[in-house]
């Protein structure tokens, strides 16, 4: 089992649609949470961070994370064709003083 | 993340040759990262360094592959007689310490191995 699973995708959603990427981890202990964005060609850019159980948002964005059921979701209302990228969930835990990506969910947002 | 510096951007060796990565953190930033990415797959963890210690290098391989981050200077990734299969994209991330924190990015160093 993979420490950090993501929906394999791709996703592809209308503008203006909902789109859901979901992520889940392995290890119980792992304290905080990331989700990043990576366009073709380009660097991992942070978007959202979460710590604690529920929801955050930030603009079109919401991250929710559940931790007992191990699971981090991000989900992007009002698709515009400017989200289409590749989010990358990232955990981290305090003892291995690292952060584990899943492998990433390609989206497209389709005018 | 436009503080972490990578260069060069691009390399390009031939197989055997040796190839060297450079990261300078975000100032202030003790903790370095690097990761690799193969084309069309996900960000894959190397090794995580701190000044003059390595940390964590469980996703370094085994052989050809060294990473430092000495007390002045960039952290340096250095692959010794490339293969073709080394031909990725390298990238370098650095936080500020070790807990619930983010870790920003470089631009990346794509190697190509001719």
């Known amino acids: 089992q993979k420490e950090v699973e993501q929906n394999s995708g791709p996703l592809s959603v209308p503008e203006g649609a909902i789109a859901s990427l979901n992520c889940t981890y392995s290890d119980r202990v792992s304290q905080s949470f990331f989700w990043y964005r990576q366009y073709s060609g380009k660097s991992p850019e942070l978007i959202m961070s979460i710590y604690s159980n529920g929801d955050k948002e930030d603009g079109r964005f919401t991250a929710q994370l559940n931790k007992a059921s191990q699971y981090v979701s991000l989900l992007i209302r009002d698709s515009q064709p400017s989200d289409s990228a590749t989010y990358l969930c990232a955990v981290n835990n305090f003892n291995a003083g690292k952060s584990t990506f899943g492998d990433g969910t390609t989206l497209t947002v389709k005018p | 993340n436009a503080g972490v510096m990578q260069n060069p951007r691009h390399l390009v060796r031939r197989r055997g040759q040796e190839a060297r990565l450079r990261c300078s953190p975000v100032k202030g930033h003790s903790h370095v990262y690097w990761y690799r990415q193969l084309p069309e797959e996900g960000l894959k963890f190397m090794v995580y360094?701190?000044?003059?210690?390595?940390?964590?290098e469980s996703g370094m391989p085994k052989e050809r592959f060294s990473a430092e981050f000495p007390k002045e200077g960039p952290s340096i990734l250095r692959i010794q007689q490339v293969v073709r299969g080394d031909s990725a994209a390298y990238f370098c991330?650095?936080?500020?310490?070790?807990?619930?924190?983010?870790?920003?990015f470089g631009q990346g160093t794509r190697l190509t191995v001719v």
């Open positions: 360094l701190q000044k003059e210690n390595i940390i964590d």
């Open positions: 991330a650095s936080s500020p310490r070790d807990e619930n924190t983010e870790a920003f």
